[in-house]
């Protein structure tokens, strides 16, 4: 067999291998029988003349082949799923799929009235909302649209800036009833701080300028943002919160304000491609639109990311 010639379904079970670890994983996430993906996977061995995967007792362990391969496969995946997207979404008026990726807490607490608002007002669209804190790739299509809390930097990318969300310490009611609020970083010393456990990028650029703020300050330690929401509405400690988040909360009290000034630039942003898209332009509009209801801040309009991305 020809290697241009090789059907996608090959490459769909080879990823899916890949992310279960075993045939039998595999097959059920793409509900065939574990013969039928052995003899896919066997297929696209014998035509692209590799080895993809040895067996070891925990299940299959990819081959430096197959992980060589797995980034192209993957393109193929996202362009497969966005040409889906894209015939689906021919026809009069706002009909067929948006793929919408934003950061957990975004996506968990800001988002869905917005996409509840979206479906009422176009009852033919379809979202499909990923939530990961990974940027997605729009160049590539493994979303149509993004919410994030960086600037876009390729220049394919059409952008608008929402504006800066402010971070602050914040704490429910009831723990500072319990504890007490305090007024300063010696007074801190004695509370129960929430926070996080591996250090990312984001963290250590945000550590050159508050050295001080390693993991064992923390009495709780959690690398999910969701996670330390959760932790501070329970009363658990004090933490780090989106200060837009906390104002929605009657009982969620900022601490020390000014203590910690961090802010996150936030953007909508989509493919150039995509601009003459009805369904995906009524999308990018109500999410600029959402979203800077939250923020609360003046954006500006919608432009290449290359110029969009140096505006205040």
């Not at 129960?192 to 390693?214: C, F, K, P």
């Not at 999308?283 to 500006?300: H, I, K, N, P, S």
């Amino acid at each position: 067999m020809n290697t241009s010639d090789v059907a996608w379904d090959l490459y769909r079970s080879f990823l899916a291998v890949l992310d279960e670890g075993s045939l039998s994983g595999a097959a059920r996430a793409l509900g065939l029988t574990q013969p039928t993906l052995g003899r896919q996977v066997a297929a696209l061995e014998e035509a692209l003349g590799l080895a993809l995967f040895t067996r070891s007792q925990t299940g299959l362990l990819p081959t430096d082949a197959a992980l060589a391969l797995r980034g192209h496969a993957e393109a193929m995946r996202d362009t497969a799923a966005a040409l889906a997207r894209e015939a689906h979404g021919f026809g009069s008026g706002v009909r067929g799929a948006v793929r919408v990726s934003a950061s957990e807490v975004i996506g968990i607490e800001v988002l869905p009235p917005i996409l509840a608002g979206l479906r009422q007002a176009h009852p033919q669209l379809e979202v499909e909302l990923v939530l990961s804190n990974r940027l997605q790739d729009l160049v590539r299509r493994e979303a149509d649209i993004a919410v994030r809390m960086t600037a876009p930097r390729q220049d394919v990318l059409m952008a608008s800036r929402i504006g800066d969300v402010p971070l602050g310490l914040v704490a429910h009611q009831d723990y500072l009833r319990r504890r007490g609020t305090p007024k300063n970083a010696a007074e801190l010393e004695h509370h129960d701080v929430i926070g996080y456990d591996q250090e990312t990028a984001w963290i250590r650029a945000a550590r050159t300028r508050y050295a001080d703020w390693g993991r064992e300050k923390f009495a709780l330690r959690c690398d999910s943002d969701l996670a330390q929401l959760a932790l501070i509405r329970a009363g658990a400690g004090i933490g780090i919160c989106q200060l837009a988040l906390a104002r929605r909360d009657p009982q969620l009290v900022p601490v020390m304000p000014g203590a910690v000034d961090l802010r996150l630039s936030t953007w909508v942003a989509m493919h150039t491609d995509l601009r003459n898209s009805p369904r995906c332009r009524v999308v990018f509009d109500a999410l600029v639109q959402g979203m800077r209801a939250y923020v609360g801040a003046d954006g500006e309009p919608a432009a290449p990311a290359g110029t969009a991305r140096t505006a205040a």
